[in-house]
């Protein structure tokens, strides 16, 4: 079965931090891009980061640039954001996709990914 698994969301503190993974399964991730996305309720979908398959072009929203990062690991087809000094603006339920072009990934079609995930619950509040 292809599919991509979100974990590690969790109730945090503002200025805390928290490491989301993205583990694929039934394919091969990094011969795929992959992006994080959010939603908070009553919002629409925010593109968080993308990631090039080989790891070496990346995309941070201004938002959670310098704050957030991206990261792969072949050896567990697993992709990484690590979030740091976090916000109660940062909120939201998280998703990572996955596309054969990274230039989706990053652009305005980013919606139609190859695959999706069923996200995971980030909640910054003291």
């Known amino acids: 079965q292809l599919q991509l698994v979100e974990s590690g969301g969790d109730l945090v503190q503002p200025g805390g931090s928290l490491r989301l993974s993205c583990a694929a399964s039934?394919?091969?991730?990094?011969?795929?891009?992959t992006g994080w996305f959010r939603q908070a309720p009553g919002k629409t979908r925010e593109g968080v980061t993308c990631?090039?398959?080989?790891?070496?072009?990346?995309y941070y929203a201004d938002s959670v640039k310098g704050r957030f990062t991206v990261s792969i690991d072949n050896a567990k087809n697993t992709v990484y954001l690590q979030m740091n000094s976090l916000k109660p603006e940062d909120t939201g339920k998280y998703y990572c996709a996955a596309y054969q072009s990274y230039s989706v990934c990053v652009g305005s079609a980013r919606g139609q990914a190859d695959y999706w995930g069923q996200g995971t619950q980030v909640t910054v509040s003291s």
């Open positions: 039934g394919f091969t991730l990094h011969s795929y891009a």
């Open positions: 990631i090039s398959s080989s790891g070496g072009s990346t």
